[in-house]
């Protein structure tokens, strides 16, 4: 008779659950999601972080049929920052103030001699 059964049998649903497993993959797609998320109004920086956050989700979903809750998150992050910069792009072209901008930039810009744009040193 075997009186260790019961004891080894309740030692092994004791254990504490394991959280889900995450790889480099969707740990890098998260980070690239908070950072566009975090640049929207830079689109130039925002828009290609977004669609590598939406890559790396993807490709760490390697041939699951689900993807982990972190490559999700990190799309839908990915998805936001896109459409919130699409949504400022197309805010400002429509406005037409673009032009204007522009000019009051190079209006600025002529005020300020920068000390390495003289020609003084040659």
Known sequence: ????????????????????????????????????????CCFYLSIPLAGLSILFALLSKGYDSKMNPQARTAAILAALAISISAGLIISTLATGNVQKTIQQYYKYYDEFELPFDSDSHL
């Open 1 to 40: 008779m075997d009186y260790d059964y019961h004891y080894d049998r309740e030692e092994h649903n004791n254990q504490a659950p394991q959280p889900p497993a995450t790889n480099g993959l969707s740990t890098a797609a998260l980070i690239c999601g908070i950072i566009s998320l975090c640049t929207m």
